[in-house]
């Protein structure tokens, strides 16, 4: 009984192992696409055609909000505040990060901790 039971934990266990290094692969993924949208929007880059500006989708944003919120929220219990948000994406302006942030929230990716300011990720 108590090797079955330990083979079962092990199993569990590489399957957090697995999950973790997934998410840690997501994680960096997330901050390459970042680096490249600030980019980006320092550079105010366009098109070829100049009636043709760079898009940063709400998508974007969303995906910068919830990557920095995963990366810094594990790091306190209160996590990640919307100023600490904003101060990282200074190519998004307040209310992109703010829609984003409700959007997170409203489809349970985040929620709130000590008040509307500060924000974890959900696992």
């Keep these: ?3 079955m039971h330990e083979s079962i934990t092990a199993r569990y266990e590489r ?4 999950m973790q290094q997934s998410m840690r692969q997501e994680v960096e ?3 390459r696409k970042i680096s490249e949208l600030q980019q980006k929007v320092a550079s ?9 500006a760079v898009v940063i989708s709400h998508q974007d944003v969303r995906d910068a909000v919830l990557d920095i919120i995963k990366r810094d929220g594990g790091n306190s219990h209160v ?3 919307i100023q600490n948000i904003d101060h990282e994406l200074q190519g998004f ?3 992109d ?7 997170l929230s409203r489809e349970g990716h985040i929620y709130s901790t000590i008040d509307e300011n500060h924000w974890h990720y959900a696992c």
């Excluded at 990060?97 to 959007?103: C, D, H, L, Q």
Aim: no cysteine.
């Design 1 to 3: 009984m108590a090797d």
């Design 15 to 18: 399957k957090i192992m697995d």
């Design 29 to 31: 993924d997330n901050r």
């Design 44 to 52: 105010h880059e366009i098109a070829k055609e100049p009636h043709q």
């Design 79 to 81: 996590g990640v505040t």
């Design 93 to 95: 302006t307040h209310s």
């Design 97 to 103: 990060i703010a829609e984003a942030v409700s959007y």
